[in-house]
């Protein structure tokens, strides 16, 4: 090629850019293959779930695929302007389930477009409705990978189950998942911390009024860019703990990613947000017990009686969604055993007291959004307890986060990170 | 009009069957109002309800209205073919709320057609919904009634505030339905136990993906004319009363009629048909509180420890939807005078205690849709406790539903029954 003027130039840098990012990263990865940086390459054991009766599926050998008109192709914003959950790529998958028809139906990939429903449709009046949140990510390499689908696939799944809806075939749902990112692979963004959400979600779409099992269902998967969760100098979050708010309840679908737990805590995240609060610190019991932060999971690290360090989160006892970050910073912690990683409540009678003694270290939430969320702050009871999680010097959030990063982008080889361009 | 042929004259009487049915009914009142059929037309006063600050709102003489063209119009089936909510009337209203548009916009009537939602709508992944549910009935003056809708809009204003959703005037939304009803008034049915249920509904329709107060919304009401509830024989239910499972908690959102409250319930629906029992008894607490049944409210008439009829209901504490026609009832009821009236916690304990001594006279569940439900059978853990409903010659049940039936389909004059012809 050659560059004839300085306009032309600058128009070929321009359509290039995220080219010439992609060779700088790559040699980056290269030095360290030559430096022998350390893998750690040992699987790692999935937390056990139930096997679930696989339902007849949709499959990816039946996947119709309609690519968008040049036309239809949206624009690729730049990195920094991304806001989560704002803008979407060029196709989405559709599959849908009809029992009267004999269930699933061939899936698609089309052009990004709205969904036509029947205003009875059960999704609009009994939030029969469930969705999964996963990411793919930009390697070094260039090569995109998404982070441990399979436990996406396998919680998406159950929560079809408690929610009257049809189950499917998780392998061939990620392969067809896999053939979308790889479609619009351009939209996943070339700089380290920014990704591409991955949402499928699956709705009950019955145009009749009962509260009932869905005869009819919808399976899509929309995709969007996001960019560095912590993009804005000091990321640590300040909590509000009010006691009078539950999240989840014993009985209920806590542990399910369905949309009923979601709606509920707007009005919540609103009471914090009006005090100057970022997040909810949600409590349960009349002891106060920690659950959940915002939409994530939470962890403490702090010296335990017999002067060890100890990493805690709360058990998986139906008030807490098992999330996948969740389960990885257990294992990953176990792994390295420089401390006691344990599953067991956390009130917030605790928190206070480990205060009082110097003895809590950390408080962090964890999910796929923000990977891991320091907390700096809760304020409980007329109270505002300070939490020292960014004051030390090498803190272990940031150790955690590191190590995800280097999985995620593909510092280090890791069954973790699934290749979307082998089958 | 001359009748020529033996068809003609068939055709004639099907065409005009609900007119001919009409006229008795009418002929019916006329005798009633000759010899003077006690008339309850006192006011009843409304629970009380906390006072909305009122958002900007839609407004009635903005209403746009498209009639459907002849081809649009559907077929009215036989009020005996009618199961509940699968058929839908010729038009539905609509409204539209976007902030970056000034609020709400002008609302429409259209001829009944599919809703389009852009993937990442609220609704569709956060269950940011609510819906209300009430009656038009055709009485026997040939007149169409709603029952009490002023309560239905007060509600669907305080759902709206707790999630995030726009509030509205409540005259004019009613201005509107009535209008809306009174196009669509053919399909109110012509027979005794039938009538038209309305059912509004608001969602949250902002394309993003964040759990946040929706800046768009969408109002829309679908009409379905609905049969007699009680059509097969007895009409007592059996029920399944599990205290693994809970429909609300304190802290939740159990007393607002979100779309969050019924998703959940599908799965402890499925566990009772698969047990042979028609619903599920909602327990909560140690103590395992009676809360509600199915989609209803909850009453049981008994004995008392003073040897006085009792009529008893569970608080307005948080766990329970303030029923329009719970309130109702508990009014009449009040207004005989006849026995003690009281809110208050009903346990399971109590229930298998009063059936001992044989103090448990009925049990029944109330709503829009059934209007009032008896109770046969509870299975609770491991025993069938039989509940004698319908086993007395006048039971209390009966007497509501009848006072309830004589206000709806105007056998006495009522202000709670609302006429849609009057503005």
Not at 371 to 392: D, F, K, M, Q, W
């Amino acid at each position: 090629m050659v560059i004839q003027t300085k306009q032309c130039a600058c128009r070929w840098i321009l359509r290039h850019q995220h080219k010439l990012k992609q060779a700088a990263r790559s040699c980056h990865l290269k030095v360290k293959e030559v430096l022998g940086v350390e893998d750690v390459s040992r699987p790692y054991e999935h937390e056990k779930v139930e096997p679930l009766p696989l339902a007849e599926t949709f499959r990816y050998a039946d996947l119709k695929t309609t690519l968008a008109e040049p036309h239809q192709l949206r624009l690729k914003p730049d990195v920094s302007e991304l806001k989560f959950g704002q803008i979407f790529t060029d196709h989405m998958l559709k599959a849908f389930y009809h029992e009267a028809l004999g269930g699933w139906q061939k899936p698609e990939i089309i052009p990004f477009e709205n969904i036509s429903l029947h205003p009875a449709a059960k999704v609009l009046h009994y939030a029969v409705e469930l969705f999964e949140g996963l990411k793919a990510f930009r390697g070094v390499d260039g090569r995109v990978r998404v982070f441990r689908p399979d436990m996406n696939m396998h919680r998406m799944n159950l929560s079809a189950k408690t929610s009257g809806l049809p189950t499917f075939d998780s392998e061939e749902m990620l392969k067809c998942l896999k053939r979308l990112i790889a479609i619009d692979q351009e939209w996943v963004p070339h700089a380290e911390g920014s990704s591409l959400y991955i949402r499928p979600t699956l709705i009950g779409i019955d145009g009749t009024l009962g509260v009932a099992q869905s005869e009819s269902a919808l399976m899509f998967t929309i995709l969007c860019p996001v960019g560095n969760y912590f993009s804005s100098g000091s990321d640590a979050v300040s909590l509000l703990a009010d006691p009078t708010y539950a999240r989840a309840w014993p009985g209920g679908c806590g542990d399910r990613k369905v949309g009923s737990n979601y709606g509920p805590t707007i009005r919540v995240q609103k009471k914090a947000s009006k005090r100057g609060l970022q997040q909810v610190l949600w409590l349960y019991g009349d002891d106060h017990q920690v659950t959940e932060v915002g939409t994530m999971n939470i962890f403490m690290f702090y010296i335990n009686e017999d002067g060890e360090k100890e990493l805690v989160t709360p058990p998986l006892n139906g008030l807490i969604l098992p999330g996948v970050t969740r389960a990885s910073i257990i294992q990953m912690a176990q792994e390295w055993g420089d401390f006691r990683v344990v599953q067991r409540t956390i009130t917030m009678n605790e928190i206070v007291l480990l205060l009082k003694e110097n003895r809590l270290l950390e408080m962090f939430g964890s999910g796929t959004a923000c990977i891991v969320s320091p907390i700096a702050s809760i304020s409980y009871l007329g109270n505002l307890l300070r939490i020292p999680t960014n004051e030390h010097s090498a803190p272990l959030f940031k150790k955690i986060r590191d190590q995800l990063y280097a999985i995620q982008y593909g510092h280090i080889k890791h069954p973790w990170g699934v290749l979307v361009d082998q089958p």
